[in-house]
Structures are given as C-alpha cells and as structure tokens.
C-alpha cells in the first residue's frame, strides 16, 4: 500500500499551538520557529510545539505563507491509501445522511478541508466527475482518487480542471485533462430539482454550475415567483428558472458573460421559459442606473455578484460595491418588492453584510424586512473549527 512516510518536522514559535490545538488545519509561516528535514513541497511532517510536543501532521509547502495544511490530530494516523480512501467515503457518506443528494444529481462530493482533503474540490455531474487540485499533497494522490471515482461511481468521463488561484498561491503551474474515459461532446444537462440545466464543464466558470447556489434557489423559489424578476449576475440563469416556475411572469437576467448568457437562453428553452426570459449583456452596476434612470420597476431583484472582497485590504471598497448594488435595487423595487442578495466573499461576516444591506435601506429610505438567512448548500460544509470554510451568505427581504 502507497504510504506518506514523515520527512520533516515543523516546531512552532512559542505561544502559537493555540490553533492547531483547536483543530484549525492552517499554519503560516508566523507561527513558525523551525523547518527540520530535507523537506518538498507536499512531503508529510509532524507539526510540535515549542518544548518538541507531538501536535498535529499534515502536508507542507516550504515556499508558501500557508505553509502547513494538517490532516490528523491523531499520531497513530498514517497518511496512506487508507487514509484517502476513508476521507472519500466519510465525504459521500456525509452528503448522504444529510441529504444532499436528493433532488439532483449534480453535487460536490468533496470540499477541501471540509472533507479533511486540503486543496481537492470533485463535483459530479450526472455522469462526469470534474476534479479540481491545488496543493502539492493532494498532487500525489491523483491516481488513488482516480480509482476510487471509477470504482465507485463507474463515470463516462473524469476530467480535471485545476485553473484555480489557489493553485498559483501555491506555485503550481495551471493544468487541464480529461484523466479517464470521454469528454462530453458538449453541454452536460444536469437534473436539479426538477429542473434541466445545461453546464459547460469544459469551459463555465467554477467547474462549470454554481451548485453552492443549490439550497438557496430551493428556498427562494417561493418568495421569486412573482411578477417581474430581475436576475442580477445571472451566470445561466438558475435563480430565473425557479423563479417562472414559481408563478413569475417574465424574468431578466444580467451578466457580462456572453457565453454564460448563451447558457442562459439555452436553459430557459430547456424548461419550457424560452419566451419569457430576456438576457442582458451588461455590466449590472451601470444597468441598474440605466433601468434606474428609465423609470423601470421589478417585483423581485436578485444579486449574487461575485467575490468582491478578495483580501482584507479590499474589505472596504468591496461594502462600498455591495451598498451600491444593493440601494439600487431597492430603488427599483415596487412597494413590498422581494430583495434576494448574496455576498460569496469570505472576509465579509454575516454581521458586516447585515451593516450594509441596513446602510442601503436607510439611503434608500425604505423599509427592509429580513425574513430568510441564506448560507452556502450543505454539500459544501461549514466545519466548526474552520470558519474560513463558510463563505455565501445571503438575505431575502421584503422591501416596504
Ligand atoms: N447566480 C448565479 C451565479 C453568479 S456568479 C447562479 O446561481 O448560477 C457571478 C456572475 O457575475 C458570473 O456569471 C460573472 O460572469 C458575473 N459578473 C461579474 N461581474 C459582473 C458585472 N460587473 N456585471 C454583470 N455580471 C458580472
């Protein structure tokens, strides 16, 4: 069997074990005292504390500030085929008990250290398994992965798509295949909900569908049937698919996507929709002051812009992105107008998105009405000691 032996040994500064005693898998270079071993990026080395106590072990990367990524607490643990293995089936067997899988049979099966797995994103579509890998630990294990998905879900394509940013932070280069079976000859439908949904895997953003998008398109569906929906970021038009179905009369979608508004139309004809769907190719912050300034009215806005906090120096201009977007829309939503809006960026807490939307009720002096919380799908679990793993968060509000 395929074993990670130990190569090296991380000794943390003193007074900095607090996190790794609390299970939180990163360490940066900071907290750092001293390398030993002749190690390589994505060896396994024991992480101790300052006296040499035995804290953690987990896969490290001598040339990056997230220098170790951890994988067990536990110093009997053996990183190895097993080890693998068992994360994998712990994570479908997660998905299962909570019942993520029902309803769709596109979903993610993996989410990085979510599933103990740092740096492995795999969503399933149908019968393709994307796989996206942006560590140099997880590089290694590519062909043990690869026989467990054939094993497990017998699929006609796995292909890897590890464009991610993660990736360079890393210092691994880009890289694209299809690691077993066929490349779909096109467009994969997805079956969600009830709903048919054509997803470019090869080429669509993310790995191709915004499946953490999943719970929340189901909860809104009721409170977005209504009238005249205007579908903000659209991407290919989910939340408009709901939306119709729903009781909505007509629905616009707005992206900068010509090909994710290509998707759109294309989904809109798949369910029936294709002649109450318009797609705008637009930048949504000048479109909104477009319809704004036209006088044009909707029952429903959605927002979900994407990630406009990238690092903590950019918080703030990203509030001042999220406050614009979100006053407009106010404006232009009939009197108990249904506001559904999103913020994807992990740096912006709940709490601080709150403050905003709040913000732009009070400059748009109408009254708003919180009456969901929305959070990322359960296949993209929120672990306890790793806050960093929740990222979406979303209202829906009624606009007095
Ligand atoms: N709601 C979508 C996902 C949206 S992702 C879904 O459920 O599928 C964010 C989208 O915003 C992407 O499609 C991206 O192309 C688009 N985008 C980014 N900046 C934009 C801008 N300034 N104006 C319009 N669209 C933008």
């Given at each position: 069997?395929?074993?990670?032996?130990?190569?090296?040994?991380?000794?943390?500064?003193?007074?900095?074990?607090?996190?790794?005693?609390?299970?939180?898998?990163?360490?940066?270079?900071?907290?750092?005292?001293?390398?030993?071993?002749?190690?390589?990026?994505?060896?396994?080395?024991?992480?101790?504390?300052?006296?040499?106590?035995?804290?953690?072990?987990?896969?490290?990367?001598?040339?990056?500030?997230?220098?170790?990524?951890?994988?067990?607490?536990?110093?009997?643990?053996?990183?190895?085929?097993?080890?693998?293995?068992?994360?994998?089936?712990?994570?479908?067997?997660?998905?299962?008990?909570?019942?993520?899988?029902?309803?769709?049979?596109?979903?993610?099966?993996?989410?990085?250290?979510?599933?103990g797995l740092p740096g492995l994103?795999?969503?399933?579509?149908?019968?393709?398994?994307?796989?996206?890998?942006?560590?140099?630990?997880?590089?290694?294990?590519?062909?043990?992965?690869?026989?467990?998905?054939?094993?497990?879900?017998?699929?006609?394509?796995?292909?890897?798509?590890?464009?991610?940013?993660?990736?360079?932070?890393?210092?691994?280069?880009?890289?694209?295949?299809?690691?077993?079976?066929?490349?779909?000859?096109?467009?994969?439908?997805?079956?969600?909900?009830?709903?048919?949904?054509?997803?470019?895997?090869?080429?669509?953003?993310?790995?191709?569908?915004?499946?953490?998008?999943?719970?929340?398109?189901?909860?809104?569906?009721?409170?977005?049937?209504?009238?005249?929906?205007?579908?903000c970021f659209s991407y290919t038009?989910?939340?408009?698919?709901?939306?119709?179905?729903?009781?909505?009369?007509?629905?616009?979608?707005?992206?900068?996507?010509?090909?994710?508004?290509?998707?759109?139309?294309?989904?809109?004809?798949?369910?029936?929709?294709?002649?109450?769907?318009?797609?705008?190719?637009?930048?949504?912050?000048?479109?909104?002051?477009?319809?704004?300034?036209?006088?044009?009215?909707?029952?429903?806005?959605?927002?979900?812009?994407?990630?406009?906090?990238?690092?903590?120096?950019?918080?703030?201009?990203?509030?001042?992105?999220?406050?614009?977007?979100?006053?407009?829309?106010?404006?232009?939503?009939?009197?108990?107008?249904?506001?559904?809006?999103?913020?994807?960026?992990?740096?912006?807490?709940?709490?601080?998105?709150?403050?905003?939307?709040?913000?732009a009720a009070v400059d748009a002096?109408?009254?708003?009405?919180?009456?969901?919380?929305?959070?990322?799908?359960?296949?993209?679990?929120?672990?306890?000691?790793?806050?960093?793993?929740?990222?979406?968060?979303?209202?829906?509000?009624?606009?007095?």
């Open positions: 069997m395929k074993v990670q032996h130990v190569t090296g040994r991380v000794k943390l500064k003193r007074g900095r074990e607090r996190a790794v005693l609390n299970r939180h898998p990163w360490v940066f270079d900071g907290a750092i005292e001293s390398i030993d071993g002749d190690v390589h990026p994505g060896d396994v080395v024991d992480v101790v504390d300052a006296n040499g106590k035995w804290l953690a072990r987990g896969w490290v990367n001598p040339s990056s500030s997230l220098t170790v990524r951890l994988l067990t607490w536990d110093e009997s643990e053996r990183i190895d085929e097993d080890f693998i293995q068992g994360k994998l089936e712990a994570a479908i067997k997660l998905r299962e008990r909570i019942g993520a899988l029902s309803q769709t049979d596109a979903f993610r099966l993996v989410y990085s250290e979510s599933d994103t795999i969503d399933v579509y149908g019968e393709f398994v994307v796989i996206q890998a942006s560590t140099h630990g997880i590089e290694r294990w590519l062909n043990t992965i690869l026989r467990w998905l054939i094993e497990r879900f017998s699929p006609s394509g796995i292909i890897e798509r590890s464009d991610t940013e993660e990736r360079h932070r890393e210092g691994l280069q880009e890289r694209f295949s299809i690691l077993y079976g066929n490349e779909p000859s096109g467009e994969v439908l997805i079956n969600e909900g009830g709903f048919k949904f054509a997803v470019d895997i090869l080429g669509g953003q993310k790995t191709g569908f915004y499946l953490d998008q999943r719970d929340n398109r189901r909860r809104c569906a009721s409170y977005i049937g209504c009238g005249r929906v205007l579908n038009g989910s939340f408009a698919i709901y939306a119709l179905a729903n009781g909505a009369e007509v629905a616009t979608n707005i992206d900068t996507s010509e090909k994710a508004l290509r998707l759109a139309g294309r989904n809109a004809q798949l369910n029936g929709f294709g002649d109450r769907v318009t797609n705008i190719h637009s930048n949504v912050f000048s479109q909104l002051r477009r319809f704004r300034d036209d006088g044009e009215k909707f029952d429903v806005v959605i927002l979900d812009p994407p990630k406009l906090a990238t690092k903590k120096s950019t918080i703030g201009s990203a509030c001042r992105g999220y406050k614009d977007i979100n006053l407009l829309a106010m404006k232009l939503l009939k009197p108990n107008g249904v506001l559904v809006t999103f913020s994807c960026s992990g740096l912006i807490s709940n709490d601080l998105f709150q403050k905003v939307i709040f913000s002096r109408r009254d708003v009405v919180i009456v969901e919380r929305l959070k990322q799908a359960r296949d993209h679990p929120v672990i306890a000691s790793f806050p960093e793993s929740e990222y979406l968060k979303g209202f829906v509000c009624i606009v007095r």
